[in-house]
C-alpha cells in the first residue's frame, strides 16, 4: 500500500512563507499525480493543485499565484510552497495520489496522507 506523511505546517505569520512536504513510500511520486488539498473548519475539503506525472504542474484558480508544487525524485517527496501566507490559508493540508478523472475532485484520489494543520495568525 501507499502512505503518505506531510509534514512542515504549524502557526506561522501573514505575509510569511511556508514549505510543506509529502513523504511517500510504496510508490514513487513521479509514477502519477500527486495532489495538495486543504480544508477548513466547517468547509468542503479544497483543490490546491497537483504536480502529474510528466513533472508540470495544475493549480486551482485561485491560487493567485502563491502557491506552487515541486517534487524530489530522489526523496520520493512532493513539496508545496507557500508565499505570503494570509489567514483564509489556515486549514489541514493533505497530499494525494491521483487515481483517475479531474484533478480538483478529491474522490478521484485514492490514497491520502493524514495531513498537517497550517495554521496563519494576523
Known amino acids: 500500500q501507499v502512505q503518505l506523511v506531510e509534514s512542515g505546517g504549524g502557526l506561522v505569520q501573514a505575509g510569511a512563507s511556508l514549505t510543506l512536504s509529502c513523504a511517500a513510500s510504496g510508490r514513487a511520486v513521479n509514477d502519477l499525480g500527486m495532489g495538495w488539498f486543504r480544508q477548513a473548519p466547517g468547509k468542503d475539503r479544497e483543490f490546491v493543485g497537483i504536480?502529474?506525472?510528466?513533472?508540470?504542474?495544475v493549480y486551482a484558480d485561485s491560487n493567485e499565484g502563491r502557491f506552487r508544487i515541486s517534487r524530489d525524485n530522489a526523496e520520493n517527496t512532493v513539496n508545496l510552497q507557500i508565499d505570503r501566507l494570509k489567514p483564509e490559508d489556515t486549514a489541514v493540508y493533505y497530499c494525494?495520489?491521483?487515481?483517475?478523472?479531474?484533478?480538483?475532485?478529491?474522490?478521484?484520489?485514492?490514497?491520502w496522507g493524514q495531513g498537517t494543520q497550517v495554521t496563519v495568525s494576523t
Open positions: 494525494a495520489t491521483h487515481s483517475l478523472g479531474l484533478y480538483d475532485v478529491p474522490g478521484n484520489y485514492d490514497y
Open positions: 504536480i502529474v506525472s510528466g513533472g508540470w504542474t
